[in-house]
């Protein structure tokens, strides 16, 4: 457990900021023994239709993670509406968990890939508004980033064992001729493996100790603010920034993809894959620490505009320079540790009392709206030139790293 001495004093993480972490570690080594596959897994099932890849991979991650992103503000309101959070987190995990079930039936067509993905996501919609919630009432004002900068690196440590662990797998099964996976037993073994550590993230949660309220509080229910027009300037700013960003930030399945369309076997991919999860596991706790420090705003300017350039890089890289990938793919992973537990954070920051999962609800589901049009996009864009999207997301990025920059203030 992290410390940390002020004064005389010493800080510890809460336990339910630690518990939750820990759930996301096992969580994200199921899902990521899987994910950097799912490309790979779809082409295999769609070797006779190999043009419609790009879109067919469009419309699975665009529904899956816009159907994650709406169910957070439904999520968030009845979790501040009932003033419960434990129950929900639980539900939305153990949903994840039995999702993986349907890839068993993917041989039958991508529908079922479609399936589990989309499962796999209400879990995550279910969950994470109630979570985060949880997290912010957990931790004093001065620790917000510190402790949402520990949860996303537990986050990305889990991914980062569980990319590990399907690069041995695929290692084990490797065709040696076109060094990719052949047989498709192979994505069954790890699909059936997967499970384990979701169970395990499962059950930790049970040994949360939610936050008790005065029996006075419990008669009369709060009313969350449903009103987007309430909340304060600079949080529908920062919303505002939120959709334009998204709508360029496209599923990592194309950053995969592109990489070996730029002649990397998938085993090497995957490596690459590992590095980026490696990078955001270490750092995340320390840039979410620095923004309690130096603020969030600058720390989400800087990393947007690296997201900018490195989506960039990957748009104009080409086949004889494609080592340049085991650069672009950790500095990947820098923008990601200085930006996701940063934005949770702050929006907590200025989410009213009352609200708070609401509001994070209303966070996630605002780029919630943009992801189905940004993974069709990019889809569409993929299937015209393979650099497209990544040249038209590190544009918007750039837009919005300009708009935060001048209109929003951070608190």
Not at 200 to 229: C, M, Q, S, T
Not at 292 to 321: C, H, N, T
Request: with cysteine.
């Amino acid at each position: 457990m992290a410390e940390e001495t002020t004064g005389n004093r010493k800080r510890q993480l809460d336990r339910n900021v630690v518990i939750t972490g820990l759930t996301s570690f096992f969580t994200d080594v199921s899902s990521e023994m899987i994910y950097p596959l799912i490309q790979a897994f779809i082409a295999m099932i769609m070797a006779a239709q190999k043009a419609l890849l790009g879109p067919v991979l469009g419309i699975i991650e665009g529904i899956a993670e816009s159907t994650s992103s709406l169910l957070k503000l439904i999520a968030g309101y009845y979790s501040d509406r009932l003033q419960k959070r434990k129950a929900p987190a639980i539900a939305g995990y153990a949903v994840s968990a039995v999702s993986k079930a349907a890839l068993f039936a993917a041989s039958y067509g991508w529908a079922f890939v479609l399936t589990s993905r989309f499962l796999d996501r209400v879990g995550k919609g279910i969950r994470t508004a109630p979570r985060d919630a949880l997290i912010s009432e957990s931790t004093p004002k001065k620790l917000q980033g510190r402790a949402f900068g520990f949860q996303r690196g537990m986050d990305f440590a889990g991914a980062f064992l569980g990319a590990i662990i399907c690069w041995f797998v695929v290692q084990h099964n490797i065709d040696p001729v076109t060094k990719n996976l052949q047989d498709i037993g192979a994505f069954y073994t790890l699909f059936a493996i997967s499970i384990i550590p979701a169970a395990v993230g499962v059950a930790l949660l049970f040994f949360i100790r939610e936050k008790e309220h005065a029996p006075d509080a419990e008669k009369v229910r709060p009313r969350p603010n449903l009103d987007l027009r309430k909340y304060d300037v600079n949080l529908k700013l920062f919303f505002l920034v939120q959709l334009l960003f998204t709508l360029g930030n496209s599923s990592n399945q194309f950053l995969l993809l592109k990489s070996m369309e730029l002649g990397h076997h998938l085993s090497t991919v995957i490596l690459m894959y590992i590095a980026f999860n490696l990078s955001t596991a270490l750092l995340s706790p320390t840039f979410g620490a620095l923004s309690d420090k130096i603020g969030r705003k600058k720390l989400l300017i800087a990393g947007y505009a690296l997201y900018a350039a490195v989506y960039m890089a990957f748009g104009f890289i080409d086949e004889p320079r494609n080592r340049l990938l085991w650069i672009f793919w950790p500095v990947y992973g820098v923008y990601y540790a200085m930006t996701e537990g940063v934005e949770k954070a702050f929006v907590s920051d200025i989410a009213p009392a009352d609200s708070k999962a609401t509001a994070l609800g209303y966070y996630h589901t605002i780029t919630g709206i943009a992801l189905l049009p940004a993974s069709l996009i990019a889809g569409v864009l993929f299937s015209l030139h393979p650099g497209a999207p990544f040249v038209f997301g590190g544009a918007l990025a750039a837009i919005a790293v300009a708009i935060l920059g001048v209109g929003v203030r951070g608190k």
